[in-house]
T-cell receptor, first 112, second 115 residues
């Protein structure tokens, strides 16, 4: 699985969009980009994933660059409850039951 | 919405004792996992389980660890002789393959404290 690079921390004002970057310059063609978050020692929570097209769900949007070497997770209207550590993970698509390899992630602090 | 549950939420044990951590995965899921997180550190993969056998394990998952799916609902992690360094949060997760969807759903964790 490809390695990812994320900033260790970010701040965001409540109500504003939070844009969390991730670099995965060695990603392979069959690897998906996954985002999880962990709120204060709770179990990690799945947010969104994508291959090459931009994706949106009720939690967030995922923007993947055309060369797939980086991506951005967007929380459109951040709330205090979005304060968490956000993990960007790339995984081989065919590795159906494969492990998740967590890095240090980005600690997002949403401030009033 | 279905969720992964884990019991107990907190387990305190003496060094050298055996502990069993229990998980109830989401009912139609086929893959099961254990991860751990030592305080202040990364979430680390321990083991994955599919079709009643271990499919992958990490270097952490040595002979002191074992997993079992004793019935159709529970998935357990046993540590035979606990060490101080086993103190951590242990997370169970499960997933199902549906098309290209492989996301893992995590439980709330069991905090294991070894004294």
């Amino acid at each position: 699985d490809a390695k990812t690079t994320q900033p260790p921390s970010m701040d965001c004002a409540e109500g504003r969009a939070a844009n969390l970057p991730c670099n995965h310059s060695t990603i392979s063609g069959n690897e998906y980009v996954y985002w999880y978050r962990q709120i204060h020692s709770q179990g990690p929570q799945y947010i969104i994933h994508g291959l090459k097209n931009n994706e949106t769900n009720e939690m967030a949007s995922l923007i993947i660059t055309e060369d797939r070497k980086s991506s951005t997770l967007i929380l459109p209207h951040a709330t205090l409850r979005d304060t968490a550590v956000y993990y960007c993970i790339v995984r081989v698509a065919e590795n159906q039951g494969g492990k998740l390899i967590f890095g240090q992630g980005t600690e997002l602090s949403v401030k009033p | 919405e279905p969720e992964v549950t884990q019991t107990p939420s907190h387990q305190v044990t003496q060094m050298g004792q055996e502990v069993i951590l229990r998980c109830v995965p989401i009912s139609n899921h086929l893959y099961f996992y254990w991860y751990r997180q030592i305080l202040g550190q990364k979430v680390e993969f321990l083991v994955s389980f599919y079709n009643n056998e271990i499919s992958e394990k990490s270097e952490i998952f040595d002979d002191q660890f074992s997993v079992e799916r004793p019935d159709g609902s529970n998935f357990t992690l046993k540590i035979r002789s606990t060490k101080l360094e086993d103190s951590a949060m242990y997370f169970c997760a499960s997933s199902v393959v549906a098309g290209r969807r492989y996301e893992q759903f995590f439980g709330p964790g069991t905090r294991l404290t070894v004294l």
